[in-house]
């Protein structure tokens, strides 16, 4: 346990650790659950609470999966992964109201599967990825963010799939970022639906509006 986490943690080459159904409700400094060089760990069922700092942080920790957890109030972001977490399993959590990011990636945190997550209402981004490749965003519901509902930057070869996303600045916005995918998303009502800069984009989606990504438009928004 670091002095600074305020949750639970799994600390320095740790292994195999299940947190479930715990109740996480810390105002004072810290994370609400921290893993630093982990590996094969299972977060899930948990309620995580008006945390002041990451509700959850995964750093350079390895094939964990994060599940049906819900996470809100946070005062930074609801899931993050950095310092190289690769193999993660982000799967059906509710996240919301966070003052930061929904869900976030940096720091070459690869090969890793965001799917079937509610994001909504956190004051930032749904979901951010940064610098990392190879990952994957599906049968997420993602709106009524004040910036983007997922957003990319640097790296490349993501695929986005499936996800329906609305009311939000922008739904799918890609900057410098190579072989990104599209397919069968609904992006709606949103300022725009898609808007991609310096990239190289392709696939399908549904949605109205377009500016600078590749994409077949298969569908209007009502």
Known sequence: ????VGGIAVVWLCCNTTMKNNNINITTSGHGIYTYYSINDTITGNMVN???QIDIHLW?????TISNNIILNG??????????????????NNITLCTNNGIYLADSSNN?????????SNQYNGITIGNTNNNTISNNTIYSHPYYGITISGGGNHTISNNNIYSNQ????????NNVTFDSNTVCSNTYDFYCTSSTTSGNSTFTTNNGCTVTQIGTCS
């Open 112 to 120: 890793n599967l965001i799917s079937g997550n509610l994001i909504y």
């Open 75 to 92: 005062n930074s972001r609801g899931i993050s992964l950095a310092g190289g977490s690769s193999n993660i399993f982000i799967l059906n």
């Open 50 to 52: 008006s945390i002041n």
């Open 60 to 64: 350079n920790s390895n094939y964990t």
């Open 170 to 177: 922008r739904g799918i916005n890609i900057a410098s970022s």
């Open 1 to 4: 346990m670091e002095s600074n």
